[in-house]
């Protein structure tokens, strides 16, 4: 099973993307000024779904860099959502905050970079050789963990036979239970998932993939094949992702994404607001409009389609999210 995506298959430039869109000088400057902060990375099956003559679509939006990011404020720091990070890192690429349950960081390469993330890579590494090594071995010698979050960046990004082998690894340790990966592969580039990257995962059942979707229009027919054939193949499909202000913030475009997503198996677990770091905050969302749009989904919509509501606990200084 070899690496079926390439360099080829993204788009960097602002030359590329005016193949697809009419980039208004606003977004060609964001792109310039953003390149040392987080260039600009989109695949080509997302950057075909984005609206040539519309700057405001959310689309757009979530993937091409906007002077905003570059916007600073005294307290980022005390806000980030993610401060504190480090003092749950036992060993490099694994966060144990809660318990029972670890992250393991497995990359930090993602397909694209949506411009809210607070994750997107610096550089690009993937957790392999030793360091996979000693990450296994913390999740061997912790009997209480039953439940490992495969995270990053986009743990579905790279090689698949060394997915294939650190997912191999940790299925055979008798303690865990349940093994998560979290992914925007399927939106970013759901060419990737042949049906041998598919029978793979299923081997490691049971497993949960959990989608990060943010709009429905990034659910392409393309996209929504890739979830039906996950699905039939026994994985479990969750859906957890933020509400972000200017890219999914009303009931209409929520309930139309979630209903959608249930029609493709695929339930809505967690919705997210609020999750702050420097760069991000022009699509912080409060949580009273956060908590009306859900009250809103719940009178509107089968229960089943309306996910939980999550943030940064900010009184206790913990975060009441990701699982
Ligand atoms: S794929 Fe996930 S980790 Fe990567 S930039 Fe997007 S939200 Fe962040």
Redesign the pocket.
């Known amino acids: 099973m070899s690496e079926c995506w390439s360099k080829r298959d993204i788009i960097t430039t602002e030359a590329q993307l005016g193949g697809y869109v009419t980039l208004t000088e606003e977004e060609k400057e964001g792109i310039r000024r953003c390149r040392q902060i987080m260039p600009m990375k989109i695949t080509r099956h997302y950057a075909g779904l984005l609206e040539r003559d519309n700057p405001d679509d959310p689309l757009r939006k979530m993937v091409i860099p906007s002077l905003a990011e570059l916007v600073r404020y005294a307290n980022d720091e005390e806000v980030d959502t993610h401060k504190d990070e480090a003092k749950y890192q036992p060993v490099e690429g694994i966060i144990h905050r809660y318990p029972g349950k670890v992250l393991l960081m497995y990359t930090t390469a993602?397909?694209?970079?949506?411009r809210f993330?607070f994750?997107?890579e610096k550089v690009a590494t993937t957790l392999d050789g030793l360091r996979l090594d000693k990450a296994l071995d913390y999740l061997r010698s912790d009997e209480s963990i039953r439940d490992v979050i495969f995270t990053?960046?986009?743990p579905m990004h790279g090689n698949p036979e060394r997915l294939e082998h650190a997912l191999a690894e940790v299925r055979s340790i008798p303690h865990v239970e349940i093994i998560r990966i979290t992914t925007?592969a399927p939106i970013?580039a759901p060419e990737i998932f042949t049906d041998e990257l598919v029978a793979m995962l299923s081997r490691f059942k049971p497993l949960i993939l959990i989608t990060?979707c943010i709009h429905p229009r990034e659910l392409s027919d393309e996209v929504c094949s890739v979830l039906d054939r996950l699905s039939d193949a026994g994985i479990v499909l969750l859906q957890q992702g933020p509400i972000l202000r200017g890219l999914n913030d009303d009931a209409d475009t929520l309930r139309k994404m979630y209903e959608k997503l249930v029609q493709h198996r695929t339930i809505p677990y967690y919705a997210t607001w609020g999750i702050l770091s420097p760069g991000n905050r022009h699509f912080s969302l409060d949580g009273e409009s956060a908590r009306k749009l859900i009250r809103e989904l719940e009178n509107t919509t089968s229960g089943f389609c309306v996910p939980h509501l999550s943030t940064l606990d900010q009184n206790n200084n913990k975060t009441r999210t990701i699982g």
Not at 110 to 114: D, G, Y
């Open positions: 993602c397909f694209a970079h949506c993330c994750r997107s990053g960046g986009d925007r970013f990060s």
